[in-house]
């Protein structure tokens, strides 16, 4: 994400929880995510709980942070990334968002450059996180999703081919407790699923549909105690036999949990650039690096966590 930061930055504080669709006001979060057309780093005076009118959509080159104070994004709606590049959302609570068309982190038309890290999202009425419509390039790290049906989509529809495209990489997340599905649920596109901590799930933890592909590596996979054990699933079949591409490497199952990796064929590569490569650790070492995922607990704004 080098394209936020730079001599040409604007730093701007949030002093004011209202918010105004229609003209927002100086000191709102609208006003720093969508009216500033240049680099923007936004932080927050102090605690402070946001209800948003409509979806808040985020233009690029944007920086939300909210370290060192304790941030809500709550009751309504919550953030659109639309047409958007070089987004950063970090240390943020976001729940009880309610339905609202589309998605309700990552929007319709394609997004790139997207890190979407040490937030915690639970209780929606639809997803906590979508990445749809061609969007790519997205990291979601260090996140705790708890309480919740359908945690992350990647992939519009069935029909949206665009979404081929797409890459995401998963790491460090805490998934649980009760959550039921969509830890993600991909399609089309290419998801690299690592490092992560499943806390159980009801009818699965990653699934898929129209040739999508996964590389599963080094995540702790802890089955429920009663019900469905399998970790994956695969929506219908292919009269051609079974295209998911969906590979587990190096992963760690407990309480009888399974994985029905793809037979044959070749375990995706991520294919990141110098930057973007990062070492996967041992499974054994998922507790420990999933400890502090969600939002960090900073004392102030100058700790570095």
Same mark, same amino acid.
């Given at each position: 994400m080098m394209n936020n930061i730079g001599n040409d930055l604007v730093y701007y504080e949030v002093t004011d929880p209202s918010d105004d669709p229609i003209n927002p006001k100086p000191g709102t979060l609208r006003y720093g995510a969508s009216m500033i057309q240049?680099? %923007?780093? &936004?932080?927050?005076?102090?605690?402070?709980?946001?209800?948003?009118? =409509?979806?808040?959509?985020?233009?690029?080159?944007?920086?939300?942070?909210? @370290?060192?104070?304790?941030?809500?994004?709550?009751? +309504?709606?919550?953030?659109? !990334?639309?047409?958007?590049?070089? %987004?950063?959302?970090?240390? &943020?609570?976001?729940?009880?968002? =309610?339905?609202?068309?589309?998605?309700?982190?990552?929007?319709?038309?394609?997004?790139? =450059? &997207?890190?979407?890290?040490? +937030?915690?999202?639970?209780?929606?009425?639809?997803?906590?996180?979508? %990445?749809? @419509?061609?969007?790519?390039?997205?990291? !979601?790290?260090?996140?705790?999703?708890? +309480?919740?049906?359908?945690?992350?989509?990647?992939?519009?529809?069935?029909?949206? !081919? @665009?979404? @081929?495209?797409? =890459?995401?990489?998963?790491?460090?997340n805490h998934f649980g407790p009760n959550c039921n599905q969509r830890m993600p649920r991909i399609r089309h596109g290419y998801a690299h699923v690592a490092n992560n901590l499943y806390q159980g799930w009801m009818q699965y933890a990653i699934g898929g549909s129209k040739e999508p592909s996964l590389k599963s590596q080094s995540n702790l996979f802890i089955a429920p105690k009663s019900g469905n054990k399998e970790v994956t699933w695969r929506k219908g079949s292919n009269e051609n036999g079974d295209r998911w591409e969906f590979h587990s490497v190096g992963d760690v199952f407990e309480n009888g949990a399974s994985f029905t990796a793809t037979e044959g064929g070749r375990v995706p590569k991520p294919n990141y650039s110098e930057e973007q490569r990062f070492k996967v650790l041992d499974a054994k070492s998922v507790r420990f690096l999933t400890k502090s995922s969600g939002v960090l607990r900073c004392t102030n704004k100058k700790s570095i966590c």
């Open positions: 240049q680099k %923007v780093w &936004i932080t927050f005076k102090s605690d402070m709980k946001i209800t948003l009118a =409509k979806p808040l959509l985020i233009s690029s080159f944007t920086a939300i942070d909210g @370290r060192g104070t304790n941030v809500h994004i709550s009751n +309504n709606a919550c953030f659109m !990334i639309f047409k958007a590049t070089n %987004v950063i959302i970090h240390s &943020i609570r976001i729940h009880h968002c =309610k339905s609202q068309a589309p998605g309700l982190v990552v929007g319709p038309i394609t997004a790139s =450059k &997207i890190w979407i890290d040490h +937030n915690t999202l639970h209780d929606c009425e639809d997803g906590l996180l979508d %990445v749809t @419509r061609g969007s790519t390039d997205v990291t !979601i790290s260090n996140n705790w999703f708890r +309480n919740q049906d359908k945690v992350m989509l990647l992939g519009h529809d069935d029909g949206y !081919i @665009r979404d @081929r495209n797409m =890459k995401v990489t998963v790491v460090y």
